[in-house]
């Protein structure tokens, strides 16, 4: 069975959490909970895949509100619950982190990628960016 992640970011006074839930017995396996009141860590969610070696995928995590809107996302082990990389954003109030999607390979080189949307990013105007991550 695949176990489901299920983003809740409002949670506990905004700082979010990720719960991992077994759909089999209704157990919650692991749960990641945000560090700062407002970060809404939770609000986007996605398996990524094994990059560890552990026989797991890891979890990309967005965190939009993070640090006044810069945002970040984590990418987290499921057995060590460790987080394993954090990436942040660019510039204040873009909520990088809002959007996550595993993608084959946008780039040719051989390896899966992962597009991180920042909806509010544009120095004047909220006219959104893409930043696309090799995952190999």
């Not at 810069?70 to 990088?96: C, E, H, W, Y």
Request: charged content about 15%; aromatic content about 4%; cysteine-free.
């Amino acid at each position: 069975h695949a176990e489901l992640a299920i983003g809740a970011p409002l949670a506990h006074f905004g700082q979010g959490r990720v719960q991992v839930v077994s759909p089999a017995s209704g157990q919650t396996l692991l749960t990641i909970a945000g560090q700062a009141d407002g970060e809404r860590l939770g609000m986007a969610v996605v398996a990524i895949g094994d990059h560890d070696g552990d026989g797991l995928s890891e979890l990309a995590v967005g965190a939009p509100f993070w640090n006044e809107g810069l945002g970040r996302v984590l990418i987290v082990s499921p057995i060590t619950r460790k987080t394993l990389a954090t990436m942040t954003g660019q510039g204040f109030d873009n909520n990088f982190g809002e959007a996550l999607e595993r993608e084959a390979d946008l780039t040719g080189e051989g390896a899966p990628e992962l597009a991180i949307g920042a909806p509010q990013s544009g120095a004047t105007e909220a006219v959104g960016r893409l930043v696309v991550v090799s995952l190999h």
